[in-house]
């Protein structure tokens, strides 16, 4: 492989997880304006989105908050990269660099959403609204998804997993750092289904893509301790940040042939975090400080894995 495109395939994993991300935050902040709680305050789901998203002040430059600027902001505005619309750009432009690397079905799978994507704007958000518009990234990033299966098992589909897998861990940390507050962060008692912090929990399992997952594995009864477990521990769910995390240095191990030092040190480190149990934390009523942490461990973690690629292979992505 040439030494420019191993970058591509790493944020070309990472835009795409990152799109798919963003559909699921948008569709919750958009349900949870639907709330009693949030009836007088519907700016508040909003604000969450856009403080997980690491955009709040950006946002606030040019925007007064508001619900349809928000939503817009996060869709489809072409100045915020980090929106929909310019992830998939982005996605479209590290594949279009590895395209000889590519199969034809992931080629037109992730050419076909960026073309599609270059319709979207203020008059498709208001004529479809915002719920079908994310629906129409989740399925397209899916389908690219799907056509990965076609590609040779080499260090291709491997970057592209490991792109995924560090931009699923920065999001989940992200995530349990915003929506965990308050008595979330110290009730151990299974909310009353209906409450107020039995929707806040259910939304937070949707933004990770595991509120189906947890009804399956358990009950329509959210358990705060099982929820936390399910994020970032339970073994047989791709999801959760313990299974991204240890694909890591698997992913890496079969493209540089070695794991770096400072890779498996702080991979090492989040583990181990991870193995402190989240649930004694909520228990003890210390699990905001125990999230910051996460958050703090993930962000090394993330950063470990693009300086290992870089001296390796002279990094000049399209990040």
């Not at 910051?292 to 693009?306: E, F, H, K, N």
């Amino acid at each position: 492989m040439l030494i420019r495109l191993a970058s591509n395939l790493f944020w070309l994993g990472r835009y795409l997880e990152r799109t798919e991300n963003m559909a699921r935050l948008v569709l919750v902040a958009n349900a949870m304006t639907l709330t009693p709680e949030y009836r007088e305050v519907v700016a508040g789901p909003w604000l969450d989105a856009l403080a997980i998203t690491g955009s709040l002040g950006e946002f606030a430059e040019v925007h007064a908050l508001g619900a349809d600027d928000a939503a817009a902001w996060l869709i489809v505005d072409r100045t915020h990269l980090g929106s929909i619309g310019s992830c998939l750009r982005s996605a479209r432009d590290n594949a279009r660099t590895a395209r000889h690397l590519l199969t034809d079905e992931y080629w037109e799978a992730i050419n076909g959403a960026w073309l599609e994507a270059q319709t979207l704007g203020a008059d498709s958000l208001a004529e479809r609204g915002a719920e079908d518009l994310c629906a129409w990234a989740i399925a397209r990033c899916q389908q690219v998804h799907g056509a990965s299966d076609d590609l040779l098992r080499d260090s291709v589909p491997r970057l592209i997993d490991l792109g995924r897998a560090v931009e699923r861990g920065d999001h989940l940390a992200r995530l349990l750092a915003v929506f965990v507050r308050g008595e979330m962060a110290t009730a151990v008692e299974v909310p009353d289904a209906g409450s107020a912090p039995h929707r806040r929990w259910e939304s937070l399992l949707a933004s990770a893509g595991l509120l189906e997952t947890y009804r399956r594995a358990h009950t329509a009864a959210i358990n705060p301790r099982k929820a936390l477990h399910l994020i970032l521990a339970h073994p047989g769910s791709p999801r959760a940040l313990d299974s991204n995390i240890r694909e890591i240095p698997v992913d890496l191990a079969a493209v540089l042939g070695q794991v770096p030092t400072n890779v498996r040190h702080t991979v090492d480190g989040l583990l181990a975090h991870l193995g402190e149990e989240p649930v004694d934390a909520l228990t003890e009523g210390v699990l905001p400080s125990y999230l910051t942490q996460l958050g703090v461990l993930t962000d090394a973690c993330g950063a470990a894995v693009s300086a290992a690629l870089e001296p390796t292979f002279s990094g000049t992505a399209s990040a």
